[in-house]
């Protein structure tokens, strides 16, 4: 099988370098501050990336989870997608963004080289939220000899997980976006916590984990430690993936 590379650049985004091509999760890459959600209370991010754009290097491939909060989607994030050939993302989100956009709805494809780019559900907080905080997706990336992908963007939901499970088989490389994350808006959480990551993993059979959206923002509650725990607790430790920002694994 060949090998994969993810590097963890910081909050959402990742570096996944997958059958040839180099794809980019979620770009965030202002600096600290605060930032404004539909003209409304802000999101505090603490933390910047740890490569600035500039060094990030020819990308084929953004996957978007989605583009309407500024920790998923920043400035130059968006500045960045008019260099970058295909914008895989909500069928929403593609009618805002326009340009390389491509919506790719539950469960339908897209193929890039080698490589097949499935949409599917991601819950960004409890049923009915999406009326609060919009449309997300998750991807699953497949390509023969090469291991299968998902990257859950920000959903909250194991019965999500669940439904990726059954429709996939199990999952080789899971890419988590799991700080528990929670805003005064809403008296629930927005992403899984450490306590769901692992349980996602058990569902998923997923032969790794890789973290992301753990550090950075201040509306995360759950981080690094509590992943560990929470791995460990379940027997799972030896799956968990653990990257810091700017580390990256091959798998």
């Given at each position: 099988m060949a090998s994969t590379r993810i590097q963890v650049i910081g909050g959402p985004t990742a570096l996944i370098e997958y059958g040839g091509l180099r794809l980019l999760t979620d770009p965030?890459?202002?600096?600290?501050?605060?930032y404004p959600v539909n003209a409304g209370r802000g999101l505090a991010k603490t933390?910047?990336?740890a490569v600035p754009v500039e060094q990030i290097g020819h990308?084929?491939?953004v996957l978007l989870s989605h583009d309407e909060h500024p920790d998923n989607l920043d400035k130059t994030g968006r500045q960045m997608l008019a260099d970058v050939p295909l914008v895989l993302t909500t069928v929403t989100g593609a009618e805002r963004l326009g340009g390389t956009a491509k919506a790719l709805p539950n469960w339908q494809s897209a193929t890039v080289g080698g490589v097949t780019v499935i949409g599917v559900p991601a819950l960004h907080g409890p049923r009915g939220a999406e009326a609060?905080?919009?449309?997300v997706i998750g991807f699953v990336l497949t390509g023969d000899g090469?291991?299968?992908?998902?990257?859950?963007?920000?959903n909250a939901s194991l019965d999500v997980v669940e439904e990726v499970a059954f429709h996939t088989g199990p999952i080789d490389?899971?890419?988590l976006f799991a700080g528990g994350a929670r805003v005064p808006v809403m008296n629930a959480y927005l992403t899984l916590t450490s306590a769901h990551a692992a349980r996602a993993a058990a569902i998923l059979d997923a032969k790794a984990v890789v973290p992301v959206h753990i550090e950075g923002w201040q509306h995360f509650t759950q981080g690094p430690g509590t992943i560990r725990d929470a791995?460990?607790?379940?027997?799972?430790g030896d799956r968990?993936?653990?990257?810091?920002?700017?580390?990256s694994a091959e798998f």
């Open positions: 965030t890459f202002d600096p600290p501050g605060d933390d910047g990336p990308i084929d491939v609060v905080v919009g449309e090469l291991p299968t992908v998902y990257v859950s963007g920000d490389v899971a890419v791995f460990a607790e379940r027997g799972l968990l993936v653990l990257l810091e920002a700017g580390e």
